[in-house]
């Protein structure tokens, strides 16, 4: 088969969850000798094509921030610009199938056009559903980016969620509309061989300081917390726009030396094992169209407390594991913090591990779907 994949930001020269998703399925199809070409924008210098563990990167063009660095927001001009360059290059072969991730939504309308014009199936893969969201994020001008989602959802071709959560929330959208569901994963053999991490923590967040993470309830929790724990200590992995306003917060509330705030790893094992030696993995994000990071904290044995928010994804882990919903306040977080850790660490759960690895991810329900589309089954 003849595979491409859309998305404008490539793993690792990007790194996130959809990056992380896009790169873990494409790798596999290459490895079983399937032509796959990933679509996005050039992070990397020299030829605009080049060759990653048989996978083809193609450089539609030269990136730019993704970010406003004053707003935080994501930058519309970006994924626009990359979504017109991106009709030539994709035109250019007949793919089996071309699976283009939902949003930043301009591209999703050029694989559209390009899928019709060569007569292959189009997948969209959807990450989470902002929906009303929209208005928070952009005021007024919100208005324009649910136009944008309810036309991706009404569009032809085959829809794909990422979680029960994204499901309901999509079929909300297009009521007509039955997407199947194919989760996001993670690799058993990387947290069961990485060790442990020295540096102990006993509150420990993953993920981009932005404001609908909530980050701030972790530092309220801390600063209610200290006073029946003295020792507490807490660890924020991450980079985003709300970076420096947790930190002058930790210093205002006087829990500075409580709180370690520490960038992205450069390695994605360095953070499982820092979860292993951590205590409690905390995420009060009401949006999450499927919290990885919750689903690996659960992997290595390390109870979640998440919000119990409609459009928090990670509340689907309640089910199978130690994940703890709490209200979206400082006092009930630090309720719910508070009670897991005094108790038992409890073990991993070897089906929830079994059940979303990469590998059976891909041969039990991504490599069956696609081959169906290609008419290759």
């Known amino acids: 088969m003849k595979i491409a994949f859309v998305y404008d930001a490539i793993y690792p020269y990007r790194v996130g969850g959809v990056e992380k998703r896009v790169w873990e399925l494409a790798k596999r199809l290459a490895g079983e000798g399937h032509a796959v070409h990933l679509f996005g924008m050039q992070f990397w210098s020299g030829s605009r094509t080049l060759q990653r563990d048989g996978v083809t990167l193609h450089g539609v063009c030269r990136a730019h921030p993704l970010y406003s660095k004053r707003t935080g927001r994501r930058r519309v001009l970006p994924p626009l610009w990359f979504g017109i360059r991106l009709v030539i290059p994709l035109l250019r072969e007949k793919f089996d199938v071309i699976d283009c991730q939902n949003f930043p939504y301009f591209p999703c309308l050029s694989a559209k056009m390009v899928a019709a014009f060569r007569r292959s199936p189009l997948v969209i893969t959807w990450h989470e559903i902002w929906g009303p969201y929209w208005f928070d994020y952009l005021g007024r001008a919100g208005s324009f980016g649910l136009f944008l989602e309810k036309a991706v959802a ?18 909300g959208i297009n009521r007509g509309r039955k997407p199947a ?6 690799d058993p053999v990387e947290i069961r061989d990485t060790p442990a991490s020295p540096v102990h923590a006993d509150i420990i967040y993953s993920g ?11 530092i309220g929790s801390v600063a209610l ?7 507490l200590s ?48 905390v995420l009060p994000s009401v949006r999450e169209g ?40 400082v006092e009930d977080f630090s309720r719910s913090i508070s009670m897991v850790l005094q108790g038992a660490r409890p073990e991993p759960s070897g089906d929830l591990v079994s059940r979303y690895s990469w590998e059976n991810i891909y041969r039990d329900i991504y ?3 696609i081959a169906r589309l290609a008419g290759k089954s």
């Open 154 to 171: 009404s569009m032809g071709g085959v829809h794909v969620a990422v979680s029960e959560t994204t499901r309901r929330q999509l079929e």
């Open 181 to 186: 569901v194919v989760p996001n994963g993670i």
């Open 208 to 218: 981009r300081f932005i404001r609908e993470k909530h980050i701030e309830i972790i």
């Open 225 to 231: 917390l200290r006073d029946e724990m003295p020792a």
């Open 234 to 281: 807490c660890i924020l992995v991450g980079d985003g726009p709300e970076r420096e306003r947790i930190a002058r917060m930790a210093v205002d509330m006087g829990v500075s030396g409580h709180v370690r705030l520490l960038p992205f790893f450069p390695r994605h094992s360095d953070l499982i094992g820092l979860m292993k030696s951590s205590r409690v993995f």
């Open 290 to 329: 499927f919290g990885i990071v919750a689903l690996e904290a659960l992997a290595c044995g390390l109870p979640v407390v998440t919000a119990n928010h409609p459009a928090n994804a990670a509340r689907d882990f309640a089910v199978m594991g130690p994940c703890y919903l709490s209200g979206v306040s």
């Open 367 to 369: 490599y069956p779907f």
